[in-house]
């Protein structure tokens, strides 16, 4: 006797529907498994309350049942939390992403203060690696993509820019990427509404006080956007969009142009003019059909569904599957530091991390690396740290040397700090025998 014939001999034909209904329902909970909402703490690694980091909170959208799922980060608007991106995040999630909403300091119960593009930026890193650590099962940690709206796009830049090989692809929406050092053309200048809340977080732009330059100077994105020519980009922005205005979009990309060492070093980065009132369309799915969800325009505001679609099509897929590579850092290259810098061979923190501005050229290989910082903010005396990933040194002896005097030495294998790296000042490590008795 079958099994089915079994079943129906001890049930009635209802209960063998009933039977045959629960144990579908069963395997599609199985299949798919959202998690809606999930709050989400996690301390900070920068910022400390005695002897813990601040507490920080992130909203959570991800199914439990898929493994391995690339991360999604999503950020809210200048004056916004993380709740409001809710929408956007689980359109996502249902995608396929497992979908981290951050909240800026001071918002959702989050410890610190706001500070408009400073430490907070470093907030977004402290969630993903937390993540990783908490659901590594679930997710890929080589696989972060960024996304944000308003304040939220202003974050993605900074975060591409501060972090340039952490994340594979970033997509900003209506973003600022300066909040005033530009004073025309800066957020200062488009969107005036907003100086009081920019006076208070970072001070007042008028009247060209060094030291608030300085800070304006730190957090401007479009400046340090030849940082990253590794993440695929994609700016969106609607051509009358008056607060942040289109020129946060392509002064990011035309100064990344600008610092290009050869053609063709910085097709990563996209920049989308839609329009309200004459919108173009892309044939996305080629039926030779102009659909709403293909439909060139970004209205100010978190996007619907469609909007996001509009715009997530041109990358989504791509990145899902992972064809979209992950970052590696340019062996030898020139960093714009606004404020800090972190990539995986080398983290650097110029002053206090939102008060000066710098470049730092680098140069990494086995036997030697060497660090060169010119401080281009206002204040030439203030200082910064540089942390050095030395595995590829490991068990040899390592000498530090400060513009051409050895300074310390140590084993390889861990990570190394030196403190105090100034205006001009050039810092080698090397393994490198053959130059010790030169030294």
């Not at 650590?133 to 940690?141: E, F, I, N, Q, T």
């Not at 692809?169 to 009081?196: K, L, R």
């Amino acid at each position: 006797m079958t099994v089915h014939s079994k079943l129906t001999c001890i049930l009635s034909p209802s209960s063998l529907f009933v039977f045959v209904l629960s144990l579908l329902l069963g395997i599609q909970a199985a299949v798919a498994a959202p998690v809606s909402a999930k709050a989400y703490w996690y301390p900070s690694s920068i910022t400390r309350d005695g002897k813990q980091g601040i507490k920080l909170y992130a909203e959570l959208n991800y199914d439990s049942s898929r493994t391995g799922a690339p991360i999604a980060v999503v950020m809210h608007g200048y004056n916004g939390n993380a709740t409001e991106v809710r929408a956007n995040a689980q359109r996502l999630r249902d995608q396929g992403f497992f979908a981290i909403s951050v909240a800026m300091r001071g918002r959702n119960g989050s410890g610190g203060t706001r500070d408009i593009g400073g430490l907070e930026i470093y907030d977004i890193y402290d969630a993903v690696e937390n993540v990783k650590a908490d659901y590594a099962g679930l997710v890929d940690p080589t696989n972060v993509y960024i996304t944000g709206y308003s304040g939220g796009g202003g974050n993605v830049m900074s975060a591409l820019t501060k972090f340039p090989d952490y994340f594979r692809a970033g997509s900003a929406f209506f973003g600022t990427s300066d909040y005033g050092y530009d004073v025309t053309n800066g957020f200062w200048g488009t969107s005036p509404g907003d100086q009081p809340q920019l006076t208070a977080e970072i001070g007042d732009r008028i009247g060209g006080n060094p030291a608030v330059v300085d800070r304006y100077m730190a957090r401007a994105s479009n400046l340090a956007s030849k940082n990253n020519p590794y993440s695929e980009i994609h700016l969106f922005v609607n051509d009358d969009e008056d607060r942040c205005a289109p020129v946060h979009n392509t002064s990011y990309r035309a100064n990344a142009l600008a610092a290009a060492s050869f053609e063709g070093e910085f097709d990563n980065i996209h920049v989308h003019i839609g329009s309200t009132t004459n919108p173009q369309y892309n044939d996305f799915n080629s039926n030779g059909k102009n659909e709403a969800n293909e439909k060139q325009s970004w209205p100010h505001g978190y996007p619907t569904s469609e909007q996001q679609h509009a715009a997530e099509a041109w990358f989504l897929k791509r990145l899902l599957r992972g064809a979209i590579a992950r970052p590696q850092l340019n062996a030898a290259d020139e960093l714009f530091v606004a404020g800090y810098v972190k990539t995986r061979p080398f983290t650097f923190w110029l002053g206090d991390g939102q008060n000066a501005a710098g470049a730092l050229s680098y140069r990494l290989a086995p036997h030697c690396k060497t660090f060169r910082l010119d401080v281009l903010s206002n204040n030439k005396d203030i200082t910064g740290w540089l942390e050095v990933d030395t595995r590829d040194m490991v068990g040899t002896r390592v000498h530090v040397l400060l513009n051409g005097t050895r300074k310390d030495e140590f084993t390889g294998g861990s990570l190394y700090r030196f403190n105090n790296l100034g205006h001009s000042d050039t810092l080698t490590l090397t393994n490198d025998h053959s130059s010790w008795n030169s030294l």
